[in-house]
């Protein structure tokens, strides 16, 4: 069974769409459904005390799985529950990765 038609299927049902939204926050351009980024995408921050960027996949509007980059240059590649990093490796901007195999807050 071949992946991508199941996938555009889906996309057809959620009526996923290409947008553009600025906000306060900041401006996110890629996929949406329901209004709400879903799909890839990405956003860069104007006002956030601790985001530059996310780039990846979002599901709801909430990031699932991409880079998110923080102010201070450190960054996560990995996996997301929630909008919260979970599974991926942390890079720091001074050098240095670590690894996170569990649930971590911020």
Known sequence: MKIEPMIQKRKEFLKVSY????SIDGSYQGECAFDKPHGKGSITYKNSSDYSKYDGHWIA????DGTLIYKNGDSFTGLFRDSRRYNG???FANGGDLLESKETRR
């Not at 947008?19 to 600025?22: E, F, H, L, N, P």
Request: net charge neutral.
């Open 19 to 22: 947008q553009t939204i600025d």
């Open 61 to 64: 509007g909430k990031f699932y």
């Open 89 to 91: 490796t942390l890079t």
